[in-house]
């Protein structure tokens, strides 16, 4: 995938190019010009959307030096910034800026911001890779002395988190000068005679391999490969890893607030963790259950605060803008407000993630998903197929979003449209859980499904959220000594748009719910998770009804 | 872009060394730049070091759709290319004479580099024909370097009421005193007399061996002798320039 360009040639190691340089020597003169160093630091986000993308974002501190020699290095403080193709053969924009932006919304208005930002969102760039080049220019010159070709021998390290440097190689790369094709063709071809392959690898693929890295491998999905006939504890176990293992992923980051998605994968693995405990059912030992439930509940308690407040600032220019414009400047001191809560928050949660209690939970976690899984006469479901088990669960739970939509009317208490919203996020999980026993692009339609449905419940439950917590926030600000009255009218004003906002969600639900529940939708679900049983005991039936008549 | 011509009725009096150095200054600062050597005599093509010859000569040159592009040579310095003189420009002038538009052909071979390149230097010959026609219809700018001798002054006079008479109100003309020698009394006398006008530009370029030696090296003062007066001027000179336009 991702070649250098042409004319690149590696050397192996302690390959000395002397005896190349004589090589061409015989045909013209070799002059050695200037050694540059210069350093280039690549940049994704921690799901590497860029690279996902084949983008390559890299900041470049080239010094800018003179071919002349005596004139002085001009030594820029700059760092420029291209973005990329992955195998460099194609760029899309580039600027020069005196430090790289965390978000895609801090650079400057330009190409390269209008470009990065719908790919990283709220995404925070991290920087993976620090190479740094050691160049050293030479010049061949015909018999008039004038330089024909030039030929760059690089020397390129990677350098570590304690800035230590490792060498990545060496390699040759052959600059062309516009209008000498013939001694481009011959320098080629002497280089070529040498034995020396074209490097395939780019050096950041080597970077990558002496770092361990490896680009693309954060998911926040599950993307489990389960098998239909597997003991459903042990499946159960593969699905609790793979998401302790997100949570452990992204601690670090949630930690540090790096950006708000590492504490959104974070919770998303705990809610999912959760809701293993209490879906699928007679597969894990009671006791787990019963001890694990409760701590893993704690763990989301202690997260939700700082949550709820991203989930405000994310959304503050939303607010800002739902406001008439000479109302807007009094909506700062909101934001403030919600910063300053914020770092609070984050500093309370980053506390708890390093306590005795969550490294225990963790722990002890671990050592049971470790423990190795028997099956039990008194755990009923824990030896059987788990497509049995998964069909069973998923149909249930389908079951119960119908019925529960169904009674949904317009005058039905919002209550019951967040007890819905709650059974078909478990209905959501418990697919995904699961997804992989089941043909992929059916599966992927019915989750589709579920989740066009799912957005309108969300839309309904995230306007009353917000609103109550207007409201709880406007309190604060009274009794905080915080808030002026121009501030709360405007929040007032804010609350006002929300009301409405849910008023028109809650007329859009049972169009919603009659798509999500037409026959044809019935009718996917039950060919994918029916269990076999009730559909081959439903056969027999309609069989026996048929020959009685 | 710019289009800048390095101009003179007059021969040797230090157009080629303002084009070459000039150029090499602004490529220096990191500009695209190319300078056209469209004298026959080939100065600057020796300069660079880079064979005096174009492909087909002026006649395949002047063909309804000819390009530039690929007659056009690296030279020794980054971001610097030149487009070589050719033996066969003594009869620009003919080929000129039988186009359609004889005047507008240098600009109509121009204008597709104009998107590649931040600056184009003309070094011109010293003729006041249809080959300096199409120069002046070509350029921007046109710096004139001047000999403080009457004589030369005489010649400025000449172009200046030429391009009236040719309503060539678009092109500014700078000219600036060269090959000054401080110890010739005359010299001094007539910058004396011009300075309050503010015709010519403040940056003179005084008599000088290194320039002299461009000969010799073969490069640009600047690579050979970065410290020298005479690249400090042409530096200057450079700046000075950028600010009358
Ligand atoms: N400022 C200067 N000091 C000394 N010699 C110079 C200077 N400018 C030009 N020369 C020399 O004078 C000669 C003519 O200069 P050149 O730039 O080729 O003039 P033109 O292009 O007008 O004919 C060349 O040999 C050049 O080296
Ligand atoms: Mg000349």
Redesign the interface.
């Known amino acids: 995938m991702a070649t250098l360009p042409n004319n690149l040639f590696k050397l192996e190691e302690g390959q000395d190019p002397a005896a190349l340089w004589e090589q061409i020597n015989v045909h013209y003169d070799l002059e050695k010009s200037i050694t540059q160093t210069h350093d280039s630091i690549c940049y994704d986000s921690f799901d590497w959307r860029l690279f996902l993308q084949g983008w390559q974002l890299t900041a470049h501190n080239k010094k800018?030096a003179?071919?002349?020699g005596?004139?002085t290095a001009q030594q820029t403080e700059c760092w420029s910034i291209i973005l990329e193709s992955v195998d460099g053969q194609q760029q899309y924009a580039r600027q020069s800026l005196k430090q790289v932006p965390t978000f895609a919304w801090d650079f400057p208005d330009s190409l390269l911001k209008t470009q990065l930002q719908p790919i990283l969102e709220m995404r925070a760039l991290l920087a993976h890779t620090h190479l740094h080049w050691v160049v050293q220019t030479w010049?061949v010159l015909?018999d008039?002395?004038?330089?024909v070709v030039r030929l760059q021998l690089e020397t390129v390290y990677v350098v570590g988190e304690n800035s230590e440097h490792t060498c990545l190689g060496q390699a040759l790369r052959v600059l062309?000068?516009?209008?000498?094709t013939k001694a481009l063709q011959r320098v080629l071809q002497i280089i070529q005679a040498q034995a020396l392959e074209t490097e395939q690898k780019s050096w950041l693929e080597l970077a990558w391999r002496q770092t361990q890295q490896q680009p693309g491998s954060y998911s926040s999905k599950l993307n489990l490969q389960l098998k239909p006939d597997m003991p459903a504890n042990i499946a159960t176990k593969i699905i609790l890893q793979r998401l302790l293992d997100t949570m452990q992923e992204n601690e670090a980051g949630t930690r540090q607030n790096l950006d708000s998605e590492f504490l959104h994968d974070f919770r998303v693995a705990i809610r999912r963790t959760r809701s293993v405990l209490s879906q699928v059912k007679g597969v894990l030992p009671k006791t787990t259950v019963t001890r694990f439930k409760p701590q893993f509940a704690w763990l989301g308690s202690v997260t939700t605060p700082t949550r709820d407040l991203d989930v405000y600032l994310l959304d503050f220019d939303k607010y800002h803008a739902m406001l008439p414009a000479q109302v807007q400047p009094d909506l700062a001191p909101l934001l403030h407000f919600l910063q300053q809560h914020h770092r609070q928050a984050q500093q309370k949660m980053a506390k708890t993630l390093v306590s005795k209690t969550y490294q225990k939970l963790i722990q002890e976690w671990q050592q049971f998903i470790h423990s190795p899984s028997r099956a039990h006469p008194q755990i009923p479901n824990s030896g059987r197929p788990v497509i049995e088990v998964a069909n069973e669960n998923i149909w249930k739970a389908y079951r119960k979003v119908l019925k529960a939509g169904k009674r949904i009317n317009d005058d039905t208490p919002v209550v019951a449209l967040h007890e819905l919203r709650k059974d078909c996020k478990k209905l959501r999980y418990l697919m995904e859980f699961f997804q992989s026993l089941y043909p992929k692009d059916r599966a992927m339609r019915s989750i589709k499904i579920l989740k066009d449905f799912q957005n309108i419940l969300g839309d309904i439950q995230d306007y009353f959220v917000q609103v109550e917590h207007l409201q709880s926030f406007a309190e604060q600000m009274v009794e905080e000594g915080t808030g002026s009255s121009r501030t709360l009218l405007a929040m007032g004003v804010l609350v006002g748009h929300l009301l409405d906002l849910e008023q028109q969600a809650r007329t859009r639900f049972t169009e919603r719910f009659e798509i999500f529940a037409q026959e044809t939708n019935r009718h996917r679900f039950a060919e994918l998770f029916k269990p076999q049983k009730a559909k081959i005991t439903k056969v027999i039936t309609k069989a026996t009804q048929a020959g009685g008549a | 872009m710019k289009i800048i011509a390095s101009y003179s009725i007059k021969g040797g009096v230090g157009k080629t060394s303002t084009a070459v150095n000039l150029a090499w200054q602004a490529a220096?600062e990191?500009a695209n730049t190319l300078i056209w050597d469209l004298d026959p005599q080939a100065a600057a093509s020796f300069y660079?070091?880079?064979?005096p010859k174009i492909k087909g000569g002026t006649k395949k040159l002047l063909k309804p759709k000819s390009v530039l592009d690929?007659?056009?040579?690296?030279?020794?310095?980054?971001n610097l290319?030149l487009l070589p003189a050719d033996f066969s420009y003594r009869h620009m002038e003919l080929g000129l004479n039988e186009q359609k538009h004889p005047t507008q052909q240098l600009l109509r071979l121009l204008r597709p580099l104009t998107q590649e390149y931040d600056y184009i230097f003309l070094d011109c010959p010293p003729t006041l024909t249809l080959v300096s026609e199409n120069i002046f219809q070509a350029a921007d700018i046109m710096i004139c370097p001047v000999i403080p001798t009457t004589l030369s002054l005489r010649t400025l006079q000449q172009l200046e009421d030429f391009c009236n008479d040719n309503n060539l109100k678009h092109l500014s003309i700078l000219p600036f005193f060269s090959m000054v020698d401080r110890r010739k009394k005359m010299h001094q006398q007539i910058i004396e007399t011009f300075k309050p006008q503010g015709l010519f530009l403040n940056q003179q370029i005084a008599y000088a061996s290194d320039i002299e030696k461009m000969g010799l090296r073969?490069a640009a003062v600047?690579?050979?002798a970065?410290?020298s007066q005479a690249a400090k001027s042409y530096q200057s000179l450079w700046q000075e320039i950028q600010q009358r336009w």
């Not at chain 1, 062309?176 to 000498?180: E, I, L």
């Not at chain 2, 660079?48 to 064979?51: D, S, V």
């Open positions: 800018t003179y071919e002349s005596q004139n010049k015909d008039e002395q004038k330089t062309p000068v516009r209008g000498y | 220096q990191g660079f070091r880079i064979k690929n007659l056009i040579k690296g030279t020794d310095y980054l290319d073969r600047g690579d050979y970065a410290s």
